[in-house]
Nanobody, 120 residues
């Protein structure tokens, strides 16, 4: 069992930046950030493998960067040029799998989420 704890959320104006962190109690190869905006379904934001290969949702490409520190089992999401539509609860997730970018991959471990609010 892996426990995940997010931090770093807050309120910023459009164009600002935030860095989210996710502290994990153990290592899993595939880690990801998801988010859920008000009145919206949860959506994938970014994924990363154990050796640093990444993938991003089109809506955040060029603005967000996912990274990890495997020695600390910590996941990060650097968010730049934030837009109001980025507002939502951001969740860290993890799972051990061969293909981290399989669209049908089920993430087994989830954090409680951290709120990000971007005002215009």
């Amino acid at each position: 069992q892996v426990q995940l704890v997010e931090s770093g959320g807050g309120s910023v104006q459009a164009g600002g930046s935030l860095r989210l962190s996710c502290a994990a109690s153990g290592y899993r190869r595939c880690m990801a950030w998801f988010r859920q905006g008000p009145g919206k379904e949860r959506e994938g934001v970014a994924r990363i493998t154990g050796n640093g290969i990444t993938n991003y949702a089109d809506s955040v490409k060029g603005r967000f960067t996912i990274s990890r520190d495997n020695a600390k089992t910590t996941l990060y999401l650097q968010m730049n040029s934030l837009k109001p539509e980025d507002t939502g609860i951001y969740y860290c997730a993890a799972v051990g799998a061969n293909d981290c970018f399989d669209s049908k991959l089920t993430f087994l471990y989830w954090g409680q989420g951290t709120q990000v609010t971007v005002s215009s």
